[in-house]
Nanobody, 118 residues
Framework: QVQLVESGGGLVQAGGSLRLSCAAS????????MAWYRQAPGKRRELVAG???????NYADSVKGRFTISRDNTKNTVYLQMNSLKPEDTAVYYC????????????WGQGTQVTVSS
């Protein structure tokens, strides 16, 4: 059973940066596409960014040019570098393995809270 542990969230002022990490257990990490999702209060969980096993990336329009997803297969870890943060980026951020059209495949972890103050 793959376990996903997110970390790196916190409180930051608008315009600031954070780097999220997601450590995944299991030997198949490097064969899986991975993605970051977020859920703001009262809203549906949405895709933020995804990365294929080959390193191709995909971003939500709202974060293009500000966020960068990357992965380190030697550490079974996927990262989300978030720059120029905005108050509307405030949410709980989750990672997951991803299937077609970035559909999340595993049970959700606890996520990591990101709060951006104006």
């Amino acid at each position: 059973q793959v376990q996903l542990v997110e970390s790196g969230g916190g409180l930051v002022q608008a315009g600031g940066s954070l780097r999220l990490s997601c450590a995944a257990s299991g030997s198949s990490f490097n064969r899986n596409a991975m993605a970051w999702y977020r859920q703001a209060p009262g809203k549906r969980r949405e895709l933020v960014a995804g990365i294929t096993s080959g390193g191709n990336t995909n971003y939500a329009d709202s974060v293009k040019g500000r966020f960068t997803i990357s992965r380190d297969n030697t550490k079974n870890t996927v990262y989300l570098q978030m720059n120029s943060l905005k108050p509307e980026d405030t949410a709980v951020y989750y990672c997951n393995t991803a299937g077609g059209i970035w559909y999340p495949l595993r049970s959700w972890g606890q996520g990591t809270q990101v709060t951006v103050s104006s």
